[in-house]
């Protein structure tokens, strides 16, 4: 088969590549503005995949590139709640323009299937617990809108043009090639490399908000079996157990060895409470399971961050 990878460049994108590739024909397509060449370069099965800088936002390199694909995995964004907060327009053209994009070429081009990442911020802070796909969305940041707003063209776009459309709402992902520098970094990368280099994580909040985090192994698994099944629609991706920041920083803490004592920050505007997930539609849909819990995706987290 012949997919291509938006985003494959990036953290998500890049293990989804690599898994793809040792069976499969892959073209990578990233602006490399998230996304890091060490990346690709480190992928084992280079000879099947090829690698196209550019962006989702150029409709006439979208259609050159999915000319004879057999599914897209969308996973171009800009991917952050506070980046979006600081800069909501260049949010708005990457995810969903970019995300329209990517559909009119699919759409085009006659690709049988587009599997879209979304994002468990479009359920937004509403108490009830875990996440249903039935649930009312309520997004409640520039990015979370973006994510819905893709969403709905996914659906819109199965219901107008055929296209099969899946939109994947993960939680919390995490593992290695996660980047722990920006200012927008992700939780867990942050606390192990602040961990082990002896500096204290630091929790923005109280460290009592919840997350259900997911092993980033695990969200490859979803969306291989999403493009190579019939389900159309929108699938919780997650692990479906939730820990706390401070259980989260002292389980760090164990597999390293490493103690040292948390710094409070300001609670961050658009941050959620709580998170959990019911993904017992995926696992009808398309036999999606998690097959890592916290534990051994933190362990193998741990040691690719050792390695750097």
């Not at 040792?22 to 099965?45: A, C, Y």
């Not at 961990?195 to 923005?204: A, E, T």
Request: aromatic content about 10%; glycine content about 8%.
């Amino acid at each position: 088969m012949r997919y291509v990878v938006t985003g494959g460049a990036g953290f998500i994108g890049s293990h989804i590549a690599e898994s793809l590739s040792k069976k499969h024909e892959v073209i990578i397509l990233d602006n490399l503005f998230t996304g890091k060449r060490e990346n690709i370069e480190s992928l084992p099965d280079k000879n099947t995949i090829e690698c196209v800088e550019g962006s989702i936002t150029d409709s006439s390199l979208l259609h050159d590139l999915f000319q004879n694909a057999d599914g897209i995995f969308h996973q171009a964004a800009i991917p952050s709640v506070p980046r979006s907060i600081e800069d909501p327009a260049a949010t708005n053209e990457a995810n969903i323009t970019g995300t329209l994009n990517v559909l009119i070429a699919a759409k085009d081009c006659g690709v049988k299937k587009v599997v879209y990442a979304s994002s468990s911020s479009v359920y937004g802070d509403t108490p009830t617990l875990p996440k249903v796909e039935s649930m009312t969305p309520n997004p409640k940041s520039p990015y979370a809108v973006s994510k819905l707003a893709g969403e709905y063209y996914c659906r819109v776009f199965s219901g107008v043009y055929g296209l099969e459309t899946v939109s994947l709402r993960y939680f919390n992902v995490f593992g290695p090639r996660q980047d722990p520098k920006s200012e927008y970094a992700a939780v867990i990368p942050r606390f192990i490399t602040r961990i082990l280099d002896g500096k204290p994580p630091i929790i923005y909040g109280d460290g009592e908000q919840t997350r259900d985090f997911t092993y980033v192994k695990d969200v490859v698994q979803a969306n291989v079996k999403a493009m190579q099944s019939n389900a159309c629609g929108v699938f919780n991706v997650a692990y479906n157990q939730r820990i706390n920041l401070l259980q989260l920083a002292d389980q760090i803490m164990g597999y390293t060895g490493i103690n040292v004592r948390p710094f409070h920050e300001a609670a961050r505007p658009g941050d959620i409470k709580d998170s959990l997930a019911d993904i017992s539609a995926a696992e009808h849909a398309f036999g999606y399971f998690p097959k890592y819990t916290v534990k051994t995706g933190l362990e193998e987290t741990i040691e690719w961050f050792r390695g750097q």
